[in-house]
């Protein structure tokens, strides 16, 4: 495999870590201001979940996916069993968020905020591979 194509591949996973924060802002924002009326306004009720939800997209997702597309065990697994294991890896971020955050959300919010945040993620790292190929 040479540099450019390792550069390519890699390029890829980091442009999807880039965006799932920036989704997953988005719809925790929408879900804030119509189901909890919260009274934040959009813009830095996004901003906010982006600034928090960033470090485990980087530190978490970017590496869990590098491992599932390209484990020899599961990258021929289907679509299916890789999105159960996004939510599965996203529930476990979930419950670290859960610590790091203290008391800002219940322990099973953040474990069902971190698997919808990785399964976010793959369906952005899929459609990016769709797009890009």
């Known amino acids: 495999m040479s540099y450019n194509e390792t550069?390519?591949?890699?390029?890829?996973?980091?442009?999807?870590?880039?965006?799932?924060?920036?989704?997953?802002?988005?719809?925790l924002a929408i879900y804030s201001i119509t189901f909890l009326q919260d009274s934040w306004n959009f813009g830095p009720a996004i901003m906010v979940v982006?600034?928090?939800s960033f470090p485990f997209f980087m530190?978490?997702?970017l590496p869990v996916s590098l491992y599932i597309d390209f484990s020899a065990k599961i990258?021929?697994?289907s679509k299916w069993i890789k999105t159960f294991l996004y939510a599965g890896f996203g529930s476990?971020?979930?419950l670290?968020?859960?610590?790091?955050?203290?008391d800002l959300f219940p322990i099973l919010s953040m474990l069902i905020?971190?698997?919808?945040?990785?399964?976010?993620?793959?369906?952005?790292?899929?459609?990016?591979?769709k797009i890009i190929k």
């Open 96 to 102: 670290l968020g859960s610590v790091v955050l203290y």
């Open 75 to 77: 990258k021929n697994c």
């Open 7 to 27: 550069f390519n591949r890699f390029s890829l996973y980091f442009l999807a870590m880039l965006i799932s924060p920036i989704l997953f802002g988005v719809l």
């Open 50 to 52: 982006i600034l928090y």
């Open 59 to 61: 530190f978490g997702a």
């Open 113 to 129: 905020f971190g698997m919808v945040g990785g399964v976010i993620h793959y369906f952005i790292l899929a459609l990016i591979k």
């Open 92 to 94: 476990l971020a979930g």
